[in-house]
């Protein structure tokens, strides 16, 4: 089964930025939702951001004002700009596409949907 990869993390002081990208397991094409989740030590994985092919985006209350997600169709690649990096983004992000979508509509939550196609994800590290 052809994974998703993610890259461009890295360690970063407090307040710097990162662009993290995802090449997509399949072409985008058609109706799509895909997603940014992490997951830090210890803690569950959490949803970051989505994004559908109409370009509906939704962001988690705890990043919002400080990250965009954007897509490239053409190179079927999934993006996202993180700023003010703090030290609670310190995690491994993973992109990955809900199966079920449009039912329900796109949201970076696992409730009700089907995550597919998680790549190895690439850690961002942020110290004080």
């Known amino acids: 089964q052809v994974q998703a990869v993610e890259s461009g993390g890295g360690s970063v002081e407090t307040g710097g930025s990162l662009r993290l990208s995802c090449a997509a397991a399949d072409q985008l094409t058609g109706t799509y939702c895909l997603g940014w989740f992490r997951q830090a030590p210890g803690k569950a994985r959490e949803g970051v951001a989505s994004i559908t092919s109409d370009g509906r985006i939704v962001y988690a209350p705890s990043v919002k004002g400080r990250i965009a997600i954007s897509v490239d169709n053409c190179s079927n690649t999934l993006y996202l700009q993180i700023n003010d990096l703090k030290p609670e983004d310190t995690g491994k992000y993973y992109c990955?596409?809900?199966?079920?979508?449009?039912?329900?509509?796109?949201?970076?939550?696992?409730?009700?949907?089907?995550?597919?196609?998680w790549g190895q994800g690439t850690q961002v590290t942020v110290s004080s």
């Open positions: 990955a596409a809900d199966s079920l979508y449009p039912i329900p509509p796109c949201a970076p939550r696992p409730q009700g949907r089907l995550w597919n196609d």
